[in-house]
């Protein structure tokens, strides 16, 4: 059974930096695509960034051009960059595991980690 475990997050200004990681037991992640969640309070879950085995990208709207996602599958560990930080990115966020056909398995969520920006 694939599990994730995620570091980073905290306290940061507006305007700061930082940087998520989460790092995933097992191998073949190469058949997996990574991806960020987050959720602020009495809100849904929204889709924050995915990245696919070859390293295709895509990020939300609401954090295009500040936020990065990156994957390292010689380190089983994907990271989400988050610069210029906002209050409205207040949340906890979350790592999903989604492999590429149900034939290999389920989704695995990370343990979340909780970010919040300062005004």
């Known amino acids: 059974q694939v599990q994730l475990v995620q570091s980073g997050g905290g306290l940061v200004q507006a305007g700061g930096s930082l940087r998520l990681s989460c790092a995933a037991s097992g191998s073949m992640l190469d058949l997996y695509d990574m991806a960020w969640y987050r959720q602020a309070p009495g809100n849904a879950r929204e889709l924050v960034a995915r990245?696919?085995?070859?390293?295709?990208?895509n990020v939300a709207d609401s954090v295009k051009g500040r936020f990065t996602i990156s994957r390292d599958d010689a380190k089983n560990t994907v990271y989400l960059q988050m610069n210029s930080l906002k209050p409205e990115d207040t949340a906890v966020y979350y790592c999903?595991?989604?492999?590429?056909?149900?034939?290999?398995?389920?989704?695995?969520w990370g343990q979340g980690t909780q970010v919040t920006v300062s005004s």
């Open positions: 999903l595991l989604e492999p590429l056909s149900p034939r290999i398995g389920t989704d695995v």
């Open positions: 990245i696919t085995p070859k390293g295709s990208a």
